[in-house]
């Protein structure tokens, strides 16, 4: 049985730095498609990160230079790092993976984390 579990979330000042985790257990998180979205209340859900089975990442251009995704396969964990925090980016985060290569599009990830909530103050 696949769980993503997500950690690291909070309430930082804008500016600051985040670092999101998600632990994986029944799957290997080098195995296929990992990714990061978000939603905030009243916007639909998108895509922030992915890191593919090669190590490939692609991100929204929204995040790209501040946002950075990676994992420890040692420890079986997808990381997202968050810079240069601005308010607009409060959201609940969620990690999804899907054991696909290339990576699928949003709507075809099938195992999802409860999503880990950021805060972020002006």
């Known amino acids: 049985q696949v769980q993503l579990v997500e950690s690291g979330g909070g309430s930082v000042q804008a500016g600051g730095s985040l670092r999101l985790s998600c632990a994986a257990s029944?799957?290997?998180?080098?195995?296929?498609?990992m990714g990061w979205f978000r939603q905030a209340p009243g916007k639909e859900r998108e895509g922030v990160a992915f890191?593919?089975?090669?190590?490939?990442?692609t991100y929204a251009d929204s995040v790209k230079g501040r946002f950075t995704i990676s994992r420890d396969s040692a420890k079986n964990t997808l990381y997202l790092q968050m810079n240069s925090l601005k308010p607009e980016v409060a959201a609940m985060y969620y990690c999804?993976?899907?054991?696909?290569?290339?990576?699928?599009?949003?709507?075809?990830?099938?195992?999802w984390g409860q999503g880990t909530q950021v805060t972020v103050s002006s």
């Open positions: 890191i593919d089975r090669y190590v490939t990442t």
């Open positions: 029944g799957y290997t998180v080098s195995r296929g498609c």
């Open positions: 999804a993976t899907e054991p696909k290569w290339p990576c699928p599009t949003d709507d075809e990830f099938g195992y």
